[in-house]
Nanobody, 114 residues
Framework: VQLQACGGGLVQPGGSLRLSCVVSGFTLDEGWMYWFRQAPRKKLEWVSGFFSQSGQTTYATSVRGRFTVSEDHTRTTLFLQMNNLKPEDTGLYYC????????RGQGTLVTVSS
């Protein structure tokens, strides 16, 4: 089982990024998937959840209306479209298989700064 997030980078406030999480050893329709982030010197924070079989999505209050989670048709890549980014969105972003974020791969760094 592997999860690999990518797509991070440096973006100005108000900008957009799309993160991808490629999974192997399983497919996204086997259960809930999650996005987490960790800002410098802060604890891991849940961002979003996605249930492939129904398309159900959930979002943290801080990102609702700006972030959208989705999957590709092969159900091996999870996306996180992030719009209207703010400096407080800066952090290392991870995709995870469990609601605690313990089963996660390498993260991808998002920096929102002017």
């Amino acid at each position: 089982v592997q999860l690999q997030a990518c797509g991070g980078g440096l973006v100005q406030p108000g900008g957009s990024l799309r993160l991808s999480c490629v999974v192997s050893g399983f497919t996204l329709d086997e259960g809930w998937m999650y996005w987490f982030r960790q800002a410098p010197r802060k604890k891991l924070e849940w961002v979003s959840g996605f249930f492939s079989q129904s398309g159900q999505t959930t979002y943290a209050t801080s990102v609702r209306g700006r972030f959208t989670v989705s999957e590709d048709h092969t159900r091996t890549t999870l996306f996180l479209q992030m719009n209207n980014l703010k400096p407080e969105d800066t952090g290392l972003y991870y995709c995870a298989r469990d609601p605690a974020g313990d089963i996660r791969g390498q993260g991808t760094l998002v920096t929102v700064s002017s």
